[in-house]
């Protein structure tokens, strides 16, 4: 599939900022709400931060309490779209704080970008992402795994999707699973998906690079081509 043109970049570079840790989920929510504040009031530029939060699952505006299956680490509200989704340890979160106010006020144009951003630093990794417009993210088709009921093939979820903007600057964003234990997102519907043919992947399990500085490196390379330039803290 073709992927859209990006959205026009801003004038600035964009602060690459990677957090050493594990960062705290609501007090990591707080700063970036802040900071997309002050983005869109002119009091900062923009920032791409790369992290890891300890286990827990988010629902977005969209999730339904029946999809939260067990819940086995904290569960968190998040100010973002989407339904129920899990982030944890050696999964790459990914929060874009951009101005599409100075790119494109479009924000499917916006979502496609990012979806194609994930693919293609996945194919540097030497794995074939692909969007299904039904379901946001990016897919693996599996066919080694058994196909649904009507024939339809096994595909598993290797990145995760969910923005909101404000005053026309995004926050949150993606979550690529680099090598986290896959287990962990047995306590949800992960995105409200129950097909026993749709699963959760993850470049590990894929038997993909894994290092996660080497996929830093290419997230980082394939952003600038979609996004502009970036620049140390």
């Keep these: 599939m073709k992927l ?7 004038a600035g570079a964009v602060v690459w ?33 790369l992290l890891e939060h300890p286990p827990l699952y988010t629902a977005g505006s969209s999730a339904k309490d029946a999809d939260l299956l067990e819940p086995r680490f904290p569960v968190h509200r998040a100010g973002r779209g ?24 479009d924000v499917r144009a916006f979502v496609c970008a990012l979806e194609g951003w994930l693919i293609a630093a996945l ?34 979820k290797i990145a995760a999707l969910g923005v909101r903007l404000r005053r026309w ?9 680099v090598a986290p234990d896959l287990t962990h997102f047995s306590g949800i519907a992960p995105c409200g ?16 690079q894994s290092d996660m500085r080497i996929v830093d490196a290419c997230l980082r390379r394939r952003f600038e081509e979609f996004f502009g330039p970036t620049r140390e803290p």
Excluded: C
């Design 4 to 10: 859209s043109p990006p959205p026009r970049p801003a």
């Design 17 to 49: 900022r990677v957090i050493e840790g594990y960062a705290p989920y609501e007090e990591t929510v707080a700063r970036m709400e802040a900071l997309a504040e002050a983005i869109a009031s002119g009091e900062a530029d923009e920032e791409a931060w």
């Design 82 to 105: 989407g339904q129920y989704t899990y982030h944890g340890p050696r999964q790459r979160v990914i929060y874009v704080m951009l101005d599409l106010g100075r790119r494109r006020r």
């Design 123 to 156: 194919g540097d990794l030497g794995v074939r992402g692909e969007r299904r417009s039904e379901r946001v993210g990016v897919w693996v088709t599996r066919p080694d795994k058994k196909p649904g009921a009507r024939g339809e093939a096994a595909e598993d």
């Design 169 to 177: 600057v995004s926050f949150h964003g993606v979550a690529l699973n």
């Design 193 to 208: 998906l129950r097909a026993a043919h749709y699963g959760v992947t993850s470049l590990r399990d894929l038997g993909a």
